[in-house]
């Protein structure tokens, strides 16, 4: 779907941040056990995610963030509160990446 004729080859012009996005947008959704478990077993315990959301100083995007964090069945990889939850846990997004692939065989 990606790859055009170049008259010797196909090749895929997209960029590696491109090919990243749109790998990110196939991953499965998580359910909530998988994510929780996975939070665990990276080392967090969810009272600790809790204390870090609370610490966000946008009331909005705190408040947000929590609702996504207590409340959600699923977890989408690409969803913003991803975003949040990665920078606040200080992880990249290959991290994060690699986090899923693990989480999604619990």
């Known amino acids: 779907q990606f790859h055009e004729w ?3 080859g196909w090749i ?7 090919k ?3 790998k990110r947008s ?3 959704k998580l359910t909530r056990y998988q994510f929780m478990r996975g939070l665990l077993e990276m080392g967090f315990k969810s009272s600790d995610i809790e204390a ?14 929590m609702i996504g964090f ?3 069945t699923n977890f989408v990889r690409t969803g913003p509160s991803i975003d949040v939850m990665r920078d606040m846990l200080k992880r990249t997004d290959l991290e ?11």
């Open 6 to 8: 170049n008259g010797t």
């Open 12 to 18: 895929d012009s997209r960029t590696e941040e491109e």
């Open 20 to 22: 990243l996005s749109y």
């Open 26 to 28: 196939q991953y499965p």
């Open 52 to 65: 870090q959301i609370m610490l966000i100083e946008d009331e909005f995007t705190r408040e947000l963030t």
């Open 70 to 72: 207590k409340d959600a």
């Open 96 to 106: 994060i990446d690699e986090f899923w692939e693990n989480a999604l065989l619990l």
